[in-house]
């Protein structure tokens, strides 16, 4: 398991991602919201659907604190470089699927007035 897995499928959900990088769910969940690194797609039953992305992503923060021994504030520091603008998103949780849910409204008002 590993990388060879992970390159073999676009999307993963979290008992993949558990499986592959050996980090527990409601660890996933808790680096999700603390860190705003992590954005699943979530589908409209509400589970989450992880991305290539995420799971390198959740790999090297496993790295930053199991191997090098970092807070999760000194992991936040080293992963600000990584970061889109330099910046650690905070995100509350369910903000993406209370504007998903706004958009699909939206977009549904359209069509029945089309």
């Known amino acids: ?3 060879e897995e992970i390159e073999q499928k676009d999307y993963f959900s979290i008992g993949d991602v558990k499986r592959i990088t050996g980090v527990p769910e409601y660890s ?3 680096w999700e919201a603390e860190f705003g690194l992590i954005k699943p797609i979530r589908l409209e039953s509400g589970h989450r659907r992880y991305t290539k ?3 390198y992503t959740i790999l090297k923060i496993k790295d930053l604190i199991y191997k ?3 807070t999760l504030e000194g992991a936040k520091k080293q992963l600000i470089k990584y970061a889109p603008g ?3 998103v905070e995100k509350k949780a369910g903000t993406d699927v209370k504007f998903l849910s706004e958009i699909k409204e939206t977009l549904s008002q359209i069509l029945k007035e089309c």
């Open 86 to 88: 330099g910046k650690i």
């Open 68 to 70: 090098q021994k970092l």
């Open 1 to 3: 398991m590993g990388f």
């Open 28 to 30: 996933v969940r808790y």
């Open 53 to 55: 992305n995420d799971l």
